[in-house]
T-cell receptor, first 109, second 115 residues
Framework: GQNIDQPTEMTATEGAIVQINCTYQ??????LFWYQQHAGEAPTFLSY??LDGLEEKGRFSSFLSRSKGYSYLLLKELQMKDSASYLC??????????WGAGTKLIIKP | DGGITQSPKYLFRKEGQNVTLSCEQN?????MYWYRQDPGQGLRLIYY???????QKGDIAEGYSVSREKKESFPLTVTSAQKNPTAFYLC??????????????FGEGSRLTVL
């Protein structure tokens, strides 16, 4: 079966750096997405990786290793507004999105 | 402003009743999707449509129905056959020009509670 694994919850301190990991086993791979979702709201797009390596976008960066079936989202200079769930999703060989359950990130002052 | 509008935001239903959730987009996107989100689980695909007058079942289509009579609209009906309908429902659209790798744009969601 297809599977996406993320930690359920993480806690970090304002101003610090946090890394949220995502591992996947899917039938084929056509890219990996990260979305941010604040409680009770819609997910919003953060990043898309299809090639190995690091993609940097402001305070957020996303890394992909296809050989390891692994990605991480790196958040720097954490702000209170970064408290949210972070969803990892993989596009499989049929171009269907497979979603992880999300990682709830709690930021403490 | 372009975007996706879902309504209602909150909805209460008695057992045995059908209910329809609205999803309208003015982004001129070809593809539209309905997802269900439950606590502790990933988004699960209910139905999707790549073009007007055509739609496909997702992973959990049983107890749901959709229509796509207009490009802008993709309503979802939760029927009485859906055994556990209480959930957060998300509608999304995708620009066909971006190909299958285009990002999804989500509506604000509709929270359905069955009493």
């Amino acid at each position: 079966g297809q599977n996406i694994d993320q930690p359920t919850e993480m806690t970090a301190t304002e101003g610090a750096i946090v890394q949220i990991n995502c591992t996947y086993q899917t039938s084929g791979f056509n890219g990996l997405f990260w979305y941010q979702q604040h409680a009770g709201e819609a997910p919003t797009f953060l990043s898309y990786n299809v090639l190995d390596g690091l993609e940097e976008k402001g305070r957020f960066s996303s890394f992909l290793s296809r050989s390891k079936g692994y990605s991480y989202l790196l958040l720097k200079e954490l702000q209170m507004k970064d408290s949210a769930s972070y969803l990892c999703a993989v596009l499989d060989s049929n171009y269907q999105l497979i979603w992880g359950a999300g990682t709830k990130l709690i930021i403490k002052p | 402003d372009g975007g996706i509008t879902q309504s209602p935001k909150y909805l209460f239903r008695k057992e045995g009743q059908n209910v329809t959730l609205s999803c309208e987009q003015n982004l001129n996107h070809d593809a539209m999707y309905w997802y269900r989100q439950d606590p502790g689980q990933g988004l699960r695909l209910i139905y999707y449509s790549q073009i007007v007058n055509d739609f496909q079942k997702g992973d959990i289509a049983e107890g749901y129905s959709v229509s796509r009579e207009k490009k802008e609209s993709f309503p979802l009906t939760v029927t009485s056959a859906q055994k556990n309908p209480t959930a957060f429902y998300l509608c999304a659209s995708q620009n066909g020009e971006g190909g299958v790798t285009g990002e999804l744009f989500f509506g604000e969601g509709s929270r359905l509670t069955v009493l």
